[in-house]
């Protein structure tokens, strides 16, 4: 680890002492620094849970990665920094199914700062929240156009969220469930593996790749790029989506330009209907 060069990947150059003015800067430098992406499974590669390896591939490769990269490198950042973190196993909501995944289908991370617990995620995607959440409080915590809450039922808790300014009346729509049990990096290899090789994965059914942008988010997904404008402080301000259609000899080049990705082997695009899988959650 190699602390002052992954701040500079991230572009960030604040103060680094564990405080939550700081905790909140550094991820949201990350989000918007860092994409989430698993495009070297659809490139002749695979992911591995190895920090050395990606400190490598994200930090100097600039490259970025799935939950269980983004997040777990995310965490030895933040332990360096003098944060305490604990990794959580989480379950995701399939948008299609309304079912969740299995036990370590997402990895999050709680940090523990002055007594107080925050949900903290560089590794969700275009839906996940910009600053970390409060984990002692049910009350909704607003984030620019949206909002989230945490729920507690029994020993889970579900992250949901809903669009504010979006024009409409938006319902709660639920992410994903986690457990505050400690976990380590390697209890999430198995599922690791299932993601880049089960046909009821979105990682194994699509390339992907997205980016939190000031103003939006941008995305990747197959032949598609859309860009996300989100909504102004105006009344009645709502999404702006648009959807560009990109040919093969375009992919690589749109994403080394908009994504900072520049991949070392030829990508085959895909966007391939997600099985359900044999068991529901």
């Known amino acids: 680890m190699d602390v002052n060069q992954y701040l500079s990947r991230i572009g960030y150059s604040g103060p680094v002492q564990p405080r939550l003015d700081v905790l909140r800067s550094v991820q949201i430098c990350h989000l918007r620094s860092v994409p989430f992406e698993n495009l070297a499974i659809h490139s002749g590669g695979n992911l ?4 050395p390896l990606l400190f490598e591939k994200v930090v100097n490769q600039y490259c970025g990665g799935v939950c269980f990269e983004l997040n777990g490198l995310f965490s030895w950042l933040l332990s360096n920094l003098g944060f305490h973190v604990t990794l959580l196993s989480g379950q995701v909501r399939n948008e299609q199914t309304c079912a969740y995944g299995p036990p ?6 709680m940090v523990t700062l002055d007594g107080q617990r925050w949900l903290c995620d560089v590794g969700f995607g275009p839906r996940g929240f910009l600053f970390p959440l409060s984990l002692e409080t049910s009350a909704p915590q607003e984030q620019g156009h949206r909002v989230y809450n945490i729920r ?20 709660w729509v639920e992410l994903y469930k986690f457990t505050l049990e400690p976990r380590c990096l390697e209890d999430f290899a198995e599922m690791c593996q299932y993601h880049q090789s089960s046909p ?8 992907l790749c997205s980016l939190l942008k000031p103003s939006g988010s941008l995305s990747y997904v197959g032949h598609r790029l859309v860009s996300t404008t989100f909504p102004t402080a105006a009344p009645g301000g709502a999404l702006e989506i648009t959807t560009r259609e990109l040919k093969d000899e375009e992919i690589q080049g749109v994403l080394a330009e908009q994504f900072g990705v520049v991949l ?7 966007d391939e209907t997600i099985k359900p899988p044999p068991v529901m959650y």
């Open 104 to 109: 370590f289908d997402h990895l999050t991370l």
């Open 200 to 207: 009821c994965s979105l990682f194994y059914c699509k390339s």
């Open 264 to 270: 070392n082997s030829p990508l085959t695009p895909k």
């Open 48 to 51: 591995k849970l190895d920090l």
């Open 152 to 171: 507690a039922d029994m020993d889970m808790k579900t992250v949901a969220w809903k669009q504010e300014k979006s024009g409409v009346d938006s319902d």
